[in-house]
Each structure stands twice: as C-alpha cells, then as structure tokens.
C-alpha cells in the first residue's frame, strides 16, 4: 500500500457529561511533525495520543484537534457553584479596581467557567481510554485517506514511466542514425578546414569524439531507474524518501543525454524527459 502525507480524518464519541470531538489532518513535510490542539481539560491525553499516532504514521505534518462539548441541558440539571460564584465575583471586583478599564466578567463568561455548575468535571478514569479509542478509530480513517490519496499518486507517477518508456523506445532507433550524421558532417568540416590532416588520424580523433557522445549508456541506465520506481510502488510502504532518490539519479541521467545531445531531435527528447522527471518528483513529494 502507498500513502499518501495528506490526508484527513473528523470523528466523535459520546461520553458521560458530553461528546468528545477529534479531527485529524496532514500534509507533506520531510520528518513525522506534530501538532496538538486539546482543550484544558483533556491535556493529560496528549503524550498517549503522540505514542499512538508514532506507531501509525512515518511522515508528515499533522494536527491533532481534540475537544470537549458538554452535553446540552447539564446546565440546567446542576445548580451554579455558590462558592465559585462568590469567588469570581470578587476577583472580578479586584480586578476592576486595579484597571478601572477592565471589562466586567460577562454572563456567558461566568457560565462558561469550569466548575460552575459544581461537580461537572470529566471522569478522568473513563475519558482518558475512550480519547484513545476515539483517536484509534480515526485514524483508520485518516490512514484509508491518505491510502486512497496515495493510490492516485501512485497511478500518475505510472502514468509518467509509461511514457517515459515509451520516449526511450522511440528514442533508441534514432539514436546510432543521429550519430552516423553527425560524424560525418563533423569529419567533412574537418576535411575542409584541415585538407592535409592524415585520414588514419582523422578517423580516430572522430572515433573518440563520437564515444563522448554516445548516450546509449544514459539510456540504459534510465531504464534501469524506471524499473525500480516501479518496483518500489509495487512494494508499497514508506516509499517517499526512496523515490525521492530516484527522481535525482533520473534527472542527473537526463541531464547527461541533453549535454551530449548534439542533434536537436535528441536535446528536444532530453526536455521531455526532464518534464516528466520533474512531474514525477512533485507527486513524490507528497508520499509518506
């Protein structure tokens, strides 16, 4: 399986007091990166949460959102905390005559507070297993996402080596024609710019010139390339870094057949490959 480093995930559970909320997402990054969003009240979930999400991801940036909301109507089933009330009320009076601009604590503020309504704290106890739980749940669907994101990217990278494959094919036959041309044009100038130059010699100053530029062996070695990203999709896994590898030695060997490239014919064939080089290295980028 290839995946994606994009990927995204929403999911909720019900619990006592209220719903627990967890979103996950990601996009591409060099190293697994973390960042976690969690509400006061569940902080002390972080650190299993980041153990458990190192054991199902390799790469990426993600985010983590994690949330309470209480359940509508405990409001209205608890009384309001007198003793908290009285406390807020006189900070909120301290406070005041400190920085005479302050606002006053609004309504929505004070029902707002923790602890207002008496005992409405989270069952440490309970919640704790069920936001692991929870974030197991979604990560199975934030991993199918990026499963599924990383099986298109997987297809278009395909695409590009199919036609890759089918330049080298088209390139090969035209190859040794294209040399044979330019040699002899090249040995013809040398004729008239040197008319007294010894035949024998002649021949293996072009000789050795026309190995210089032989890119049979550029050739093959990009279609040895091409076999293993294909054979590194196939084999699935955390496969980003190694494709990425890929891609240079492909593009060092792309840039080689340009420069020897003498005939236009095969330096317009060098620019296609290298395009499709570069196409291939964007979609790796994205891959865990």
């Not at 089933?77 to 609004?106: C, I, M, S």
């Not at 279609?223 to 896994?237: M, N, Y």
């Amino acid at each position: 399986m290839i995946y994606s480093m994009t990927g995204y995930a929403a999911t909720m559970r019900a619990v006592k007091g209220g719903v627990l909320h967890i979103e996950l997402k990601s996009v591409n990054s060099r190293y697994l990166d973390y960042h976690f969003r969690v509400c006061d009240e569940l902080r002390i979930v972080e650190p299993a949460l980041r153990e458990l999400i190192g054991t199902r991801l390799a790469r990426g940036k993600l985010e983590c959102r994690l949330a309470f909301v209480a359940a509508t109507g405990v409001a209205d089933q608890a009384g309001l905390n007198a003793d908290l009330l009285e406390r807020l009320k006189r900070f909120d009076t301290e406070v005041r005559q400190a920085l005479p601009l302050a606002a006053p604590l609004a309504v929505a503020d004070v029902l707002r507070w923790p602890g207002i309504f008496g005992d409405d704290g989270l069952d440490l106890e309970s919640v704790v297993p069920a936001c692991l739980a929870l974030a197991s749940d979604a990560l199975d669907d934030f991993t199918a996402s990026r499963a599924r994101e990383g099986e298109k990217l997987a297809a278009v990278i395909l695409d590009k080596v199919a036609r890759m494959r089918a330049l080298l094919r088209e390139v090969e036959p035209r190859v040794p024609a294209a040399l044979t041309a330019f040699n002899e044009k090249l040995q013809q100038r040398l004729l008239d710019a040197f008319a007294t130059v010894d035949d024998d010699r002649l021949r293996q100053e072009v000789a050795i010139f026309a190995a210089r530029i032989d890119v049979a062996e550029e050739l093959a070695r990009l279609s040895t390339h091409l076999d293993e990203v294909e054979r590194v999709l196939k084999a699935g896994g955390a496969t980003g870094k190694r494709l990425d590898f890929l891609m240079q030695e492909l593009n060092r060997e792309a840039n080689t057949f340009g420069s020897k490239s003498l005939v236009a014919e095969l330096s317009q064939l060098a620019i296609k490959f290298k395009l499709l080089i570069e196409q291939m290295r964007e979609q790796v980028q994205n891959l865990e």
